[in-house]
């Protein structure tokens, strides 16, 4: 059966099959064995290509690559864990988001301590007219989901209240251009940060607000699957979104 993850992942970054031979060194038809499925590569060219296309081993190929190795992967994936969100130094946050070349995300309920945060404020600015792309994922403040997450934090409409706060903190944000706002009406168990390939999540518990949460953070490693499910949940919540209303 034809390696159709293969030849899309190829097509998607422009490589032929005698471009990507090139590229590793080896024969055109070795290439085109891999795409019509005849075998599977060997470790080190997964590995090169996995990094090359920019996919997990174990998505091209998903026989070939054992579960423990994948597990040892993931792991290595955790870069640091901090057992509450107000533990994690606000240099390290600036400076994270201040590595960003291609993408920043925020999802989230309100994110009312990155709102009011100038320095954060300054670099997401800064990276929009660089280019970068960035997302910000708020709760719907009229959602029912969010007056429950309230009493579970024993705020009552507190909740809903930040998320108004919120975003007229974030208007300077809201009138740059390249970032792009959306409200969502889904439960989080988790607020997720993406900066480029790292990501920080902040994980929710019950009766505990956000900052007394633990925060992980993750890296990309390829062949890994940890950061890319929370990646992947992230896109899902955003493509479920809605853009922001004139009267928000």
């Known amino acids: 059966m034809a390696n159709e993850r293969l030849r899309a992942a190829m097509v998607e970054h422009g490589l032929t099959h005698l ?3 090139e590229e590793l060194g080896v024969n055109v038809k070795t290439v085109e064995r891999w795409v019509v499925g005849d075998f599977v590569p060997f470790p080190r060219n997964r590995h090169r290509l996995a990094i090359r296309l920019d996919r997990d081993e174990s998505y091209l190929w998903p026989d070939a690559v054992p579960r423990d190795r994948v597990t040892a992967l993931s792991q290595s994936e955790v ?23 291609k993408e920043i995300g925020a999802l989230v309920y309100a994110g009312l301590f990155f709102a009011e945060d ?3 404020e300054r670099i997401l600015v800064k990276k929009a007219k660089a280019g970068v792309r960035i997302r910000m994922l708020l709760g719907d403040p009229d959602d029912p ?11 009552g409409d507190g909740l809903s209240f930040k998320i108004r706060n919120a975003l007229v ?17 889904t439960v989080l168990y988790n ?23 633990p925060i992980w953070h993750l890296r990309k490693v390829p062949g890994g699957e940890l950061t890319q499910l929370y990646r992947d ?3 899902r919540v955003w493509d479920v979104s809605h853009p922001l209303r004139e009267e928000d």
């Open 233 to 235: 949940s992230f896109d």
């Open 191 to 213: 607020s997720i940060y993406v900066i480029d390939d790292q990501l920080l999540v902040n994980t929710h518990i019950y009766g505990l607000p956000a900052p007394r949460a």
């Open 169 to 185: 903190l974030f208007r300077r944000l809201r009138e740059t251009e390249g970032i792009d706002f959306r409200l969502h009406r």
């Open 145 to 155: 989901h969010i007056a429950e997450r309230g009493e579970e934090e024993g705020i």
């Open 79 to 101: 870069v640091r864990v901090y057992p509450h969100r107000s533990d994690m130094p606000r240099d390290e946050w600036l400076r994270l988001f201040d590595s960003a070349t």
């Open 118 to 120: 100038t320095g954060l």
């Open 19 to 21: 471009a990507l031979a």
